[in-house]
């Protein structure tokens, strides 16, 4: 059997819950997201930390880039419109 409720449903069936059963459902919710979260992060390896910073000598090397003086100006500008 499947049962579908739309948002609206859903958040009525949220609203008539007593106390208890909303803080239960709340760490219920929060512990799934906790887990998701720590599925998705893997830890880089040596290997990627190298080919990138590889990769950035070369951008440099081939004069893609910028001083850090001027990625802070334009980030400081950038900032300052928000």
């Known amino acids: 059997m ?5 948002s609206e449903g859903l958040w009525n069936m949220l609203q ?3 106390p208890d059963a909303k803080r ?20 880089y390896t040596m290997e990627e930390i ?8 070369e951008d440099f090397a ?3 880039g ?5 990625a ?3 980030m400081e500008e950038f900032l300052a419109t928000l």
């Open 72 to 74: 802070d100006k334009e």
């Open 24 to 43: 239960w459902l709340a760490s219920k919710l929060y512990e799934e997201v906790e887990e998701e979260e720590e599925e998705h992060l893997t830890p």
């Open 2 to 6: 499947q049962i579908t409720l739309s």
């Open 50 to 57: 190298n080919a990138w910073i590889d990769q950035a000598e």
């Open 66 to 70: 910028i001083p850090a003086e001027e």
């Open 62 to 64: 081939a004069g893609r």
């Open 16 to 18: 008539s819950l007593n």
